[in-house]
């Protein structure tokens, strides 16, 4: 909520001093395509067995133009590790040129999602991997 909170004040302020803004959205499913062991599920000793709801991961850009972007970024998680949010920020500054400065990030806080790489690792031992760490 607090990143909601200031990427709103952000656009306040950018509002003021320059032209219209631009806001684009975008939103993809990044439900697991095979069985996967569920973050907040500690009593429970095997993989999901089939999908009941789709994860997604959203994206809300604010801007007067490229340069001034701010980005927020919420996925269907219970957390994302630094490491994941370090490496969409430095493809997105490689692809796009949006510093890292103008990205947050957020999660849903599900329990019904995979405990990612590096996030929560006193859960199960050994959470899966990201799907860009998996290659």
């Known amino acids: ?13 950018l509002s003021l001093h320059a032209g219209p803004l631009s806001i684009g959205t975008a939103k993809i499913d990044v439900t697991p395509q095979t069985p996967v062991r569920l973050c907040g599920y500690l009593a429970r ?6 999908v009941e709801q789709h994860l997604f991961a959203r994206a809300l850009a604010i801007g007067t133009d490229a340069k001034d972007a701010c980005v927020l970024v919420t996925i269907d998680s219970t ?32 329990h019904a999602a995979p405990c ?4 929560l690792v006193n859960i199960f031992g050994q959470p899966i991997q990201a ?5």
């Open 79 to 110: 957390a994302i590790s630094a490491a994941f949010a370090d490496s969409v920020a430095a493809r997105l500054n490689k692809e796009l040129h949006i510093p890292r400065h103008r990205l947050t990030f957020s999660v849903t806080h599900t």
């Open 1 to 13: 909520m607090r990143q909601f909170v200031l990427l709103l004040c952000f656009t306040a302020t």
């Open 131 to 135: 799907p860009e760490q998996a290659h």
């Open 116 to 119: 990612l790489t590096g996030t």
């Open 45 to 50: 000793k095997a993989e999901s067995e089939g």
